[in-house]
T-cell receptor, first 116, second 111 residues
Framework: AQSVTQLDSQVPVFEEAPVELRCNYS??????LFWYVQYPNQGLQLLLK??????LVKGINGFEAEFNKSQTSFHLRKPSVHISDTAEYFC??????????????FGTGTRLTIIP | EAQVTQNPRYLITVTGKKLTVTCSQN?????MSWYRQDPGLGLRQIYY???????DKGDVPEGYKVSRKEKRNFPLILESPSPNQTSLYFC??????????FGSGTRLTVV
């Protein structure tokens, strides 16, 4: 079984400061990793994903994440945040599984609040 | 435009009154899934479908039903809703390469 732990439920950050949102996963098989963003009263939007290849993944809106297999982590980073980055961020894991239900297993989310 | 469409966006109902939340995708995806989102719990899978007439339970299927008679549609049925099913529901579809697309969500309140 797969699981995802997002270590921080809330992260306040001053505008233009850097941010890191932490994500750790556990899985007995190879994994695919995702970060989604949910703006207030909206659905989920894919920020970036790691399927294979380079461990540093760049996504939309200036975000990037690094896959670290030895530490089973996939932390999300942005060097300079803006007010518009205020949202909830979800880390998710998927991968090969029995019966083909390659579902997304989500963490509990991190609410990022940007302070002007 | 490629999208997953859910209806309604908001729904308030009473305990025990059957309801259906519709989900439709226009991308010819084979895999579709329903999730519910609750504060502090993230998103949890309710049911999924690998293709037409192929459905199976996810992690929290109790109190829900689904059907997949056509490839594009995957409705979520609550035969007898209860207050603990008050939640935000998302439908998603997926293609090869793990391109999951989510609907805009349905906020359900059961009183």
């Amino acid at each position: 079984a797969q699981s995802v732990t997002q270590l921080d439920s809330q992260v306040p950050v001053f505008e233009e400061a850097p941010v890191e949102l932490r994500c750790n996963y556990s899985s007995s098989v190879s994994v695919y990793l995702f970060w989604y963003v949910q703006y207030p009263n909206q659905g989920l939007q894919l920020l970036l994903k790691y399927l294979s290849g380079s461990t540093l993944v760049k996504g939309i809106n200036g975000f990037e994440a690094e896959f670290n297999k030895s530490q089973t982590s996939f932390h999300l980073r942005k060097p300079s945040v803006h007010i518009s980055d205020t949202a909830e961020y979800f880390c998710a894991v998927s991968g090969p599984s029995n019966f083909g239900n390659e579902k997304l297993t989500f963490g509990t989310g991190t609410r990022l609040t940007i302070i002007p | 435009e490629a999208q997953v469409t859910q209806n309604p966006r908001y729904l308030i109902t009473v305990t025990g009154k059957k309801l259906t939340v519709t989900c439709s995708q226009n991308m010819n995806h084979e895999y579709m899934s329903w999730y519910r989102q609750d504060p502090g719990l993230g998103l949890r899978q309710i049911y999924y479908s690998m293709n037409v007439e192929v459905t199976d339970k996810g992690d929290v299927p109790e109190g829900y039903k689904v059907s997949r008679k056509e490839k594009r549609n995957f409705p979520l049925i609550l035969e007898s809703p209860s207050p603990n099913q008050t939640s935000l529901y998302f439908c998603a579809s997926r293609t090869l390469g793990y391109g999951y697309t989510f609907g805009s969500g349905t906020r359900l309140t059961v009183v």
